[in-house]
């Protein structure tokens, strides 16, 4: 955190001092996500516990790294998310389209050159002409 606060007995906090870059311990901390389950115990309420917590180990490089460490992440991880939301976008396009191409032959069917009107119907104001509503 950017400024003190107080936390509850459930929360393990760590004090970076001179050693560690904040944003270096949280991309450390992501990495080890799959530690982290693996020393998760309970059924209702899944912590991690103290004895655990002080055996966890993590890379140490010189400050100085773990701040172009970190910056490297940040800059990274950005332009992921420009890929992820364009790719996302793609989807949603695609996605459109497909709806698109099914409602084109649900409705207008291959190749139908002529289209007759539809009275009565509530969905339909014409159908190609060899088609009947059912």
């Excluded at 004895?51 to 180990?57: F, M, Q, T, V």
Aim: a negative charge.
């Amino acid at each position: 955190m950017s400024q003190e606060m107080a936390t509850s007995q459930d929360f393990a906090n760590w004090v970076c001092g001179d050693r560690v870059v904040p944003e270096y311990l949280v991309y450390t901390f992501r990495a080890m996500g799959q530690e982290f389950d693996r020393l998760m115990n309970g059924s209702t309420h899944q912590t991690i516990y103290m004895p655990e917590i002080r055996s966890l180990e993590m890379p140490l490089p010189p400050v100085s790294e773990q701040e172009q460490i970190a910056s490297g992440l940040e800059s990274q991880l950005l332009n992921l998310q420009e890929v992820k939301e364009r790719v996302t976008n793609l989807i949603s396009g695609l996605e459109n389209k497909r709806e698109s191409v099914i409602t084109d032959y649900i409705i207008n069917g291959i190749d139908e050159p002529e289209f007759k009107d539809v009275e009565g119907s509530r969905w339909y104001a014409t159908i190609p002409a060899g088609w009947e509503l059912l």
